[in-house]
């Protein structure tokens, strides 16, 4: 009799599926709108209640959607997204297995692993990191970022803590600088921002079709921003009037400016512009 074609999670793992990811999906190469990412959002299962996994446009990637795992992974990006000097960030960047591999074994650190949905026997998981992040420093220089993302109450199991430790060598091993970012590092108010910031341009994609005078708006906020101290609100009412256009055009065009780079905001005590030395990134993760 024919063998029955046996269906599978799509959570589940194998050693042949990590082959085909590596060898022929060729995940965790390129860059920019190039890169392909270690998972999409259809091969992890969602971590809660209430937890959004999402596809989302970016500023600093164009031409690709950006794969993230948990609503605080959509924050930390969107922070990331949002710096005038980051510009590529990469996604679910896979970890090379045997060295993480290597690093547990010194470490004396058991390896994550999964069961092998073919042999049925434990094997060695892929590890990989939330955000790899390429940015510019004060003098110019490229520079990168690893960045483990986890709320704060997740750092209490010792087995978290195992692997946060396995990935945190390995990029030492690299030079490349790692930062924890938990959901305690932003306040609450920076938090709902962040969320905000992204929210008008996730949705309205084809605003420039939607707002026929996008960029004349855009050039009579960016100069009314500058000559007067009024509240947003009240300048955008009056470039609405000034040119005639529906009631509300501006301030959405105001909100489009935000999620596109086009002007700086502070966010509380998070400004998001380059990371200079004197920002919230800069203090917290980078020194």
Not at 66 to 91: G, P
Not at 179 to 193: A, L, Q
Not at 219 to 234: F, G, M, N, Q
Request: contains cysteine.
């Amino acid at each position: 009799m024919p063998s029955k074609n046996i269906k599978h999670s799509p959570y589940s793992r194998s050693e042949k599926l990590f082959v085909k990811w590596l060898e022929k999906e060729l995940r965790g190469t390129g860059s920019g709108a190039s890169y392909i990412r270690g998972l999409n959002i259809n091969e992890v299962p969602s971590s809660g209640k209430g937890n959004r996994k999402r596809s989302v446009p970016s500023v600093t990637v164009l031409g690709r959607l950006i794969h993230l795992m948990s609503d605080l992974e959509y924050k930390v990006f969107r922070f990331f997204d949002l710096s005038k000097n980051v510009f590529d960030i990469r996604e679910q960047f896979p970890l090379d297995r045997e060295v993480t591999l290597s690093i547990a074994e010194k470490l004396k650190i058991g390896h994550p692993s999964v069961t092998d949905y073919n042999t049925k026997e434990k094997i060695a998981n892929w590890m990989t990191t939330d955000l790899l992040v390429d940015y510019l420093d004060n003098e110019g220089n490229k520079k990168q970022l690893a960045v483990y993302i986890k709320p704060a109450k997740d750092l209490k199991s010792s087995r978290n803590l195992q692997k946060l430790i396995i990935e945190y060598v390995y990029w030492q091993l690299k030079g490349v600088r790692f930062c924890i970012i938990t959901d305690n590092s932003f306040s609450k108010e920076v938090s709902r921002n962040l969320e905000f910031s992204g929210s008008f341009y996730d949705k309205q994609k084809l605003i420039d079709e939607m707002i026929p005078n996008l960029s004349v708006i855009e050039k009579h906020i960016a100069s009314e921003i500058i000559a007067t101290c009024s509240r947003i609100d009240l300048i955008c009412e009056s470039i609405d009037h000034k040119l005639d256009i529906p009631p509300g055009d501006s301030l959405r065009a105001f909100y489009y400016m935000i999620g596109t780079r086009k002007i700086d905001v502070e966010l509380s005590k998070v400004s998001v512009g380059p990371l200079t030395h004197s920002s919230f990134l800069q203090k917290s993760f980078l020194s």
